[in-house]
Structure formats: structure tokens, C-alpha cells
């Protein structure tokens, strides 16, 4: 099977009141582990590839990594780009294969983002790949967002229905609370489910994209800490919550932090435990296994996406 547009997964998503994981990979054992859990879970699967990736790891070892995920898994998988920042990046990645690219014009005005997500729409859609683009900002725990604030920052309902309207779009990250990274909150983790609701309202049927989902669980946060790493004070989404947005019409939710978390953890715990190990094997193995269990944990218990295939 080659790689698959999220057509199909977002429609089924919708309809099954689930959303799809988007993980981000960056090289061949972040991929294997996600993969695997995939298999083992029957679950549909976006990998995803943000510019740093890109740079890290080369186009085409992320490709041709992901073209063998594709040919041993036998499973239907979406390659799609991470926050494009313009339209040549976007271009770049659907020449080279992508069947999915996100434009994020979310730091323009509204009329330029809608100009630069239609002219990767138009682009997109002529060689059959789908596009995402982001309305709203995600803010990060700095600008702890005040309710009178909330209107500035986060995504205004009928411009989301104006903006999919004049660029023919195929789904929509929004911004409701949730931000990047590990520090989310200081105080107690909210989202805006009314504004979500909203929107899902003005837009039915429509796929919504979940940003700076992770979820930042305590017992990785605690195992970084343990064995020399210092991470603490991180709070991310409370996973009920990610639940209640799955069922709410987001369909895609991103997570990379988690898995970020998961790996270093284990490795750590590894080089503490071994430390005259200097076989990238040894240690290399287990994190590719926590990846595998971090990542079976989100869709079978979080996203709903296991045995949807
Ligand atoms: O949203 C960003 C993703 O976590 C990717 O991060 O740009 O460091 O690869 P990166
Ligand atoms: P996290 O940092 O919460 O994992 O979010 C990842 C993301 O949104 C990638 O685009
Ligand atoms: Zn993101």
C-alpha cells in the first residue's frame, strides 16, 4: 500500500468520534517505535515532519525511512509536513513526496494567511495532496492567557468559518489553550471547549487539528528527574481532556513532546544504570520501546484510534 492521504482517516474519525495521532519523527528508531505501536493497535497513523527534522535528518533519509515503514507495516499512513512557514517549504515537501502539508501562516494578518494557504491549496490539490493551515495563536505558558485576552489569542469561530470558506482548505488547527512544549501551565490546565464547540457548530463535518497536545505524564517527568535530567514544573493536557476534544470534532492531534519525554527518560535510566555502555544499540533499543509503549498508551487509551482500521 503507498502512503495515503488523511482524507479517508478524517472523515472515519469524525464519523467514529476519534481523532488520529500526529507524531513527529526525526529519525529511524522515533519511526520504527511509532510504527510498531501502530501495528500491534490496528490504528491509523500520521507521521509527521516538522523543518528541524528536515534539517536534522534530510529529506530523503525521512522519506525513504518512511517508504519502508509503509512496505513492512502494510499499513495506511500519512506523511504530512509540519508547520510550514511559506509556500516554498510546502512545495518542497509535495514534490518529494508528502501526501500532506500544513501552511502555518498563523503569525500573518488574517487576509495573509488566507493568501498564502490558498496559493499552497491550489498547489496541493492539483497533485492530490491535502493541506492544513492554522488560525489563532498557541500561546505558551509566558502569556498565561486572561479571559478578556482570550479573543486576541485564540481562533475567532466565523473568521474559522470565512478563513476554510476562501481557501479550501481540508482541516484547521486551532488555538483554545493548549501550546507547545513541555511547560503549558502554570496553574490549573483549562481548554476552551465552548469556543471549540463553536466552531465545530459553524463547521460540521469539518476536521479539526489539535496543536501542543501533549500531555506531559509525571512518571516520565519524575524519571527525567531521577537520573540527572531537570525538567521540573512540566504540565501538559490532562488526557480527559483530549478525549473530550476527540469526540468534538478535532480529528488530528499532535504529539511530539510525549515522545521526546518517553525516549530521553529511558535513555537516561539506561546510561545511569550502564554507564561503561557505548553501544548505541543497547541503548537505542529500549528508547525505541518506550516510543512504542508511549505511543500504543495514546491510541488505545487517549485518542480511541486502536482497532479502527
Ligand atoms: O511543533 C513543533 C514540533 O514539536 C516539532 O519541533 O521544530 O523542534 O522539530 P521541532
Ligand atoms: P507538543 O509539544 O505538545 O507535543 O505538540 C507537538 C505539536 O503540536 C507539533 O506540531
Ligand atoms: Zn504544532
Redo the contacts with the bound molecule.
Keep these: 500500500m503507498p502512503l495515503v492521504t488523511t482524507k479517508e482517516m478524517f472523515k472515519k474519525a469524525y464519523e467514529g468520534n476519534y481523532a488520529i495521532g500526529a507524531f513527529?519523527v526525526?529519525n529511524m528508531e522515533i519511526i520504527q517505535g511509532i510504527v510498531e505501536a501502530a501495528k500491534e493497535e490496528k490504528s491509523p497513523l500520521i507521521l509527521q515532519v516538522?523543518?528541524?527534522?528536515r534539517k536534522y535528518a534530510k529529506h530523503i533519509y525521512l522519506m525513504k525511512l518512511v517508504e519502508a515503514a509503509v512496505e513492512d507495516s502494510g499499513l495506511p499512513i500519512a506523511l504530512h509536513l509540519?508547520?510550514g512557514e511559506d509556500f516554498e517549504i510546502c512545495k518542497s515537501c509535495i514534490d518529494g513526496g508528502f501526501t500532506s502539508v500544513m501552511i502555518d501562516g498563523s503569525k500573518h494578518s488574517f487576509e495573509e494567511n488566507i493568501a498564502v494557504t490558498k496559493k499552497v491549496v491550489e498547489y496541493a490539490h492539483e497533485r492530490g495532496v491535502v493541506v492544513e493551515a492554522e488560525l489563532g495563536k498557541l500561546a505558551g505558558v509566558e502569556d498565561d492567557v486572561k479571559v478578556d485576552a482570550r479573543d486576541a489569542i485564540y481562533t475567532d469561530p466565523d473568521q474559522a468559518v470565512e478563513f476554510v470558506e476562501r481557501t479550501g482548505v481540508d482541516s484547521l488547527a486551532i488555538a483554545i489553550g493548549t501550546s507547545?512544549?513541555a511547560y503549558k501551565f502554570k496553574g490549573e490546565p483549562k481548554l476552551d471547549f465552548e469556543r471549540l464547540e463553536k466552531i465545530t457548530n459553524l463547521l460540521p463535518n469539518f476536521p479539526i487539528v489539535l496543536?501542543?497536545a501533549s500531555t506531559v505524564l509525571p512518571e516520565f517527568v519524575e524519571l527525567c528527574n531521577k537520573y540527572g535530567g531537570n525538567v521540573a514544573g512540566a504540565k501538559g493536557v490532562p488526557e480527559n481532556l483530549l478525549r473530550r476534544a476527540a469526540q468534538l470534532g478535532v480529528c488530528k492531534i499532535?504529539i511530539?513532546?510525549d515522545l521526546r519525554l518517553a525516549m530521553t527518560a529511558s535513555i537516561r535510566k539506561h546510561m545511569a544504570e550502564n554507564p561503561g555502555d557505548f553501544d548505541p544499540r543497547q541503548y537505542l533499543k529500549p528508547a525505541r520501546e518506550a516510543i512504542k509503549e508511549m505511543v500504543a498508551h495514546k491510541m488505545r487509551d487517549v485518542l480511541g484510534s486502536s482497532n479502527r482500521l
Design positions: 513527529n526525526n516538522s523543518a528541524g527534522a509540519d508547520h507547545h512544549g496543536h501542543g499532535n511530539d513532546t
